[in-house]
């Protein structure tokens, strides 16, 4: 996942570029960025943040660049903004997206003639450098915009700052947001809502999918009307979402605490205590103590003043490592008692089911699992949702291949999909046994689309039912 902000303000805006640009360290844990425009022309600077936060990276590029637009962000792949000069002129630009199509797009640009891109250290292309090129194609900015949203297979969503102001564009089916927030003398686009409330600044639009504006100092101006169908992703709410912002209206923190009442309401067991995996579990596990009258507690806490999630290693087995030394038990909530705890999804498993060791060792009774989210069976073809190169390094894809004899097509999957069946509850026990958890009950879809509120057409439910 990536995150993005801009502003464009009456007099330096460098200051609420970095911090607006630091409240979406929890979407990206690769590469920083900042470029912004002033007296003296563009300037730029990238940095690594695997090992250290964007905050202390980037203090002192915020020292010595002065600007009043300014774009940056939080990337988990690619290096940008870029700077690009061009027949549109030279202008910056960052991008949140995930492009199926590479292959297909680069084949299609070098045949009119481009002659190369830059290659990345692991030999990929800059997705970002081949939206520039898409962009490049048409001959105003406006139109080669609208083309790159348009032409790529997954998901796209822009700023693009020239001398005129700053462009933003949302995905055309609109599966990220992107935000405006208005004060005095400046306006700023972002990807989080509350990235810049403590700025001052107010909630001012949400644009719609495929929806184009441009920001200056003094307004915002729509360039392309909205589109009428979107799909947005339905994690934003379930676990890549701050607790702080919302999305089409409804807040994030709000929706947990929904899902997990609606957990609730369809559990059996009677733990001694309800907890959440920190982070993100926590607020699913307040809605389900508070709806069942079971007590909350915090048998483990976060140790963030060291290993906050930006520090997070991009090689799984270190992550794994990381993740339990970020643990810290509190033995007397836990010691012969029955938990039951709430984490956002189960990927993998490897974690959670190293989670459960931890509390049986530490003196737990007895462990249930309850995912905030249904069984993932696909992999998301929209959005950097997992590091995982394949299906089959989810667990459930692993589980259905083993029950299956290895015979899985999409007839088999829509089976599993269904929590009513028969195969869905051998593929739970199965997951279940593996992990080593007491009992396994994973939220239902429709409870879950129901604690968001927002009419199903409009929300991707992909990767956990394939349905587009």
Known sequence: MSGFFGVAAKQDCVFDLFFGIDYHSHLGTRR???????????????????????????????QEMKGTLGIGCISDYEPQPLIVRSHHGTYALTTISKINNIKDLTDTIFEKGHSHFLEMSGGDINATELVACLINQKDNLIEGIQYALEIIDGSLSILLMNKN??????????????????KEDAFCASF??????????????????????????????????????????????VYYGYPSSSYEGLSV??????????????????PDIVAGVPDS?????????????????RPFIKYTPTWPRSFMPTIQSQRNLIAKMKLIAVEDLIRDKSLLLIDDSIVRGTQLRETTEFLYQSGAKEVHIRPACPPLLYGCKYLNFSRSSSEMDLITRRVIERLENGNVTDEVLQEYADPESEKYDRMVEEIRKELNF????????????????????????YCWDGKE
């Open 32 to 62: 920083g960025g900042m470029a912004v425009l002033g007296e003296n022309g563009f300037q730029r600077s990238i940095h690594n943040i695997e090992n250290a936060p964007f905050r202390t990276k980037f203090d002192k590029d915020m």
């Open 438 to 461: 007491t009992s396994l009950r994973f939220n239902r879809l429709d409870d879950m689309l129901d604690a968001v509120g927002i009419g199903r057409c409009k929300l991707c439910t």
């Open 281 to 297: 579990g926590i607020a699913h596990a307040i809605g389900y103590a508070n709806a069942s009258g079971i007590p909350f507690s």
């Open 253 to 270: 923190e709000k929706m947990r605490y929904h899902c997990g009442e609606k957990m609730a309401a369809r559990d059996n067991v009677k």
């Open 165 to 182: 102001g700053i462009y933003a564009a949302r995905d055309k089916m609109g599966r990220t947001p992107v935000v405006i927030g208005k």
């Open 192 to 237: 989080e809502n509350f990235a810049y409330k403590n700025l001052g600044y107010t909630d001012y639009k949400e644009l719609g999918p495929g929806e184009i504006d441009i920001i200056t100092d003094k307004n915002c101006i729509t360039l392309v009307q909205p589109g009428k169908d979107m799909k947005i992703c339905t994690f934003l709410w």
